[in-house]
């Protein structure tokens, strides 16, 4: 089965897990140490918190920003449900926001502007299938209204740059995305108190941690803030380390397939709208193709299924779930409940080479001629 994304794990991930058993100290470290800096390197940033989640990096980076009860948070619908359930986390309330258009399936700022109101506190952006919104027109944006700009980069890991845009950003390592540490993520802040006091709301709001207090002989801390258990371990920060150095050459090796499926699929389907394609800074983290508005997506999936083909669709929109349906006025974002009606991802990881690509697009191609 072609799967639509695979973790590349090998023998230097082995060797460095290992190293972190043999030496004992298995959480908080001087390898969590070295990978928040490694992490902060590639993006350009002077530092990076590390933590157990995305989830969790967003969740600190709204709290960290004193975002809370009463406060609106603008964010798309058409991203993974985490970044509006961190909303609820940190008390506030998320306010759904529609895509520009199909061919640039980002947040639109036309209904951005339109929905904010005197309660808008915040903004997340989410880079979807890493190609990076538009960083000026979101800043001057965020600027103008006096708004807090997070940015949701779990797709953008290893662009340069990403995570930059404004106060703070979180990024995620799970097994799916371009690089991974199985359970993981990184929260940068622009501003270094705001970082700090990330760093102290990871773990539990203490003044210090078990590896400071063994080399600075003070025996106590203190607790001054509410804060969380969002730890990253060793052997985690271990694995990291080894994927961060490999993580340029898998993302060109991303963008080399995503434009060979821009060629092949202009050719063999010419009925399929492919996204994104004026070229824009990018991780190439998924390939989402829109199908003819006509096309029945299950019965094709079920095709692709047959030949060896894994195919998923990102996403179902936020505000479509039950849970959000319930609970939250529900919107009409016309653009993003075509996409995601539309939308298929095809296969796109660094394993696989250009006749993948080629027999994709060729399924693709027999499938929607019924
Ligand atoms: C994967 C993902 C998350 C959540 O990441 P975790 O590390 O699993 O918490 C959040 N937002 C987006 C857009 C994602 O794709």
Known sequence: MLLVSEPILGDEEKAALSDVVECGWITMGERVRAFEQAFARHHGTSDAVAVNSCTAALHLALEGLGVGPGDEVLVPS???????????????TPVFIDIESLEIPLM???????????????????HYAGYLADRHTWRDFARSRGLVLIEDAAHAAGVYGAGTFGDAAAFSFYGNKNMTTAEGGVVLAADDAVLARI???RGHGMTSGTRERLSSRSPTYDVTMLGYNYRLDE??????????????????????LTRRYHRRLSEDCPNVLVPFQVP????YHIMPVILPSSADRAQIMGKLRDAEIQT???YPPVHSLSFYRDRCSSPRLSQTEEFARRELTLPLHPKMEAWHVDRVAAELARALAG
């Open 78 to 92: 058409l991203t993974f449900v985490a970044t509006a359930n961190s909303v609820l986390y940190a008390g506030a």
């Open 312 to 314: 998923t669709i990102h």
């Open 280 to 283: 824009r800074d990018a991780a």
């Open 235 to 256: 052997l985690r920060a271990a694995i990291g380390l080894v994927q961060l150095k490999n993580l340029e050459w898998w993302n060109s090796r991303r963008q080399e």
């Open 199 to 201: 760093r102290q709301m």
């Open 108 to 126: 639109s700022i036309a209904d951005a502007d339109a929905k904010c109101t005197t309660k808008t506190k915040a903004i997340i952006i989410m």
